[in-house]
């Protein structure tokens, strides 16, 4: 009876290091580990002692004997990625997982370390820090809440996925941690400001803007992008006013990535169906007052190489409510892969008028949006494919059409943004960095007692999990600096660092008043059977904070 790897699978791989035969691959030091999906049981290797099940932050493992009909498409994805032709896999494999391990600092020794991001690879850096006496923690955030793309970003119909705000709450309860968040690092300190209060600083900042369409009428308003939109119905505060036309009967999305696919499915789900979720509560009004009956998907290539996983996917088309119709490829024409043979056993259902639909249009590019004062639609040609120096490109053929639309979202990928006073490359759009060592500039030297982790570091890739290893690397290198003396030790503390923050009028909510907005969200949310119903405007959130408690727990 094997256990088996479902979608809400987060990439966090501590399943891995607490399977006792090493039956889950790929583990983080495989090759395939950069790119996988997710994460996948062995079911000859398995020996169903549940020790993954208790280790996984977000319940995505489960005996197959307990699978429900939308799980089951993953006991197949399980079994398939250890067949002997699947590719990506190291040989021979060790009987035991490699042990996580961290340089040791030496006893009595001492560190306080600023993080700046909030979002899971700032808060897996803490937790990696704080597994050493000694060290203290202070995560800075801009924004006034903490958590950031588990909050602002998941879809709030993938609650299970939410599920690893659990594992970063035990990260804040730990003795050393405390939060100073509605705090900018530019606006209310200076990059030189806060490194002088503290030994090191690890800065954990994303990837906050997007890549462009380069197309004429991308700025029209109601062209907006994939991001805001996720961020408008996720009640980040930044977009609670934005500008959402959902009069029309159908909506475009150009990109077919799993944020495509999250905010189609969003337009496409009846908004009860929502009701119970997080959902901001100005985005579930907007949502049921919606016209919206169909959302086209645009994807310049074919369906083996969209950017959408196959658990995405997969999950898609197990949804009864939404019709999932493909248009620009004949399914039956194309050579085997795992996304077209999903989308083959998926898309067998006939349409029915009454329900919403999703045409995921292969091999088609946008050419304009169209309209004048607003955006009424998009200009798009068919594609084909072709191999240019080493590459394989989609080079526009055949005429031009026009699609009717009120709502063109861009879902095209993500830039990181430079942070005042930070080194940035411009190019790659991450800060410069060797291992997670902050470059004074691009191919420089190491920036001492500088550190950057999540996409600040390797670019918008990978899952919410991928930022445990990543942050692992980076804390090794930042402890190995502090064994070996290379660190400055901070000139002023963290009190002086307070009366810094509090004389610039920065909200400095600590641990203790982010928690009591975190209680007050969960009981308005209980009064209505919900999760939690989200506080979205800044003021108020600063009420419910109260005053800082103005004191770090233990160390």
Known sequence: ??????????????????????????????????????????????????????????????????????????????????????????????????????????????????????????????????????????????????????????????????GIDRLLRQIEDQ????????????????????????????YATGASADRRLEVPGEDLSG?????????????????????????????????????????ARILATEPERLAGSDIADHALAALRRSAVREVIVLGRRGPAEAAFTVPEIVGLLQREDIDVVVEGVDLDTLEDHPKVSALRA???????????????????????????DRATGLRVVPTRLRGLDGRTVAE?????SDVEASLVLRSVGYRGEPLPGVPFDQARAVVPNVGGRVLDRVDGDVLPGAYVVGWAKRGPTGFIGTNKSCSQETVNALLLDAAAGRLVPPEQDQRALDALV???GAAG???????????????????????????????????????????????
């Open 396 to 400: 526009p053929v055949g005429p031009e």
């Open 1 to 162: 009876m094997p256990h088996v790897v479902t979608q809400a699978c987060c990439g966090d791989a501590s399943c891995v290091f607490a399977c006792p035969v090493n039956c889950i691959h790929p583990t983080p030091d495989e090759p395939a580990f950069a790119t996988a999906e997710m994460l996948y049981i062995d079911p000859d290797s398995c020996v169903d002692c549940g020790a993954c099940v208790r280790a996984c932050p977000v319940g995505a493992i489960k005996p197959h004997t307990k699978l429900g009909e939308d799980d089951l498409p993953f006991l197949d994805l399980n079994r398939m990625f250890h067949a002997e032709d699947q590719p990506g896999l190291t040989e021979p494999r060790p009987s035991q997982a490699p042990v996580e391990r961290l340089v040791r600092l030496p006893p009595g020794a001492r560190l306080r370390v600023a993080v700046v991001g909030s979002g899971p690879a700032g808060l897996y850096a803490a937790d990696e820090l704080l597994k050493q006496p000694g060290v203290s923690v202070t995560v800075l955030d801009r924004l006034p809440v903490p958590h950031g793309l588990v909050r602002a970003g998941v879809a709030p119909d993938h609650q299970e996925t939410k």
């Open 346 to 372: 998926g898309v067998t259902r006939t349409p029915d008028p009454s329900r919403r639909r999703i045409v995921l249009r292969f091999m088609t590019a946008p050419v304009a949006v169209l309209g004048r």
């Open 223 to 263: 062209s907006e992008t994939a991001r805001k939109f996720v961020a408008w119905y996720n009640g980040h505060p930044d977009c609670v006013d934005l500008d959402v036309d959902l009069s029309g009967k159908r909506a475009v999305v150009v990109g077919n990535g799993n944020v495509a696919l999250d905010v």
């Open 509 to 555: 909510i600590d641990l203790s008043a982010w928690r009591r907005v975190d209680a007050e969200e969960r009981r308005r949310g209980q009064e209505q059977q919900r999760p939690r119903v989200k506080i979205t405007d800044v003021d108020e959130v600063r009420r419910v904070a109260g005053p800082a408690g103005g004191r770090r727990r233990g160390r």
């Open 175 to 202: 003795p050393g941690f405390d939060y100073r968040l509605g705090v900018e690092i530019g606006r209310d300190l200076t990059a030189a400001e806060l490194a002088a209060h503290h030994d090191a600083v690890v």
């Open 502 to 504: 509090r004389s610039r």
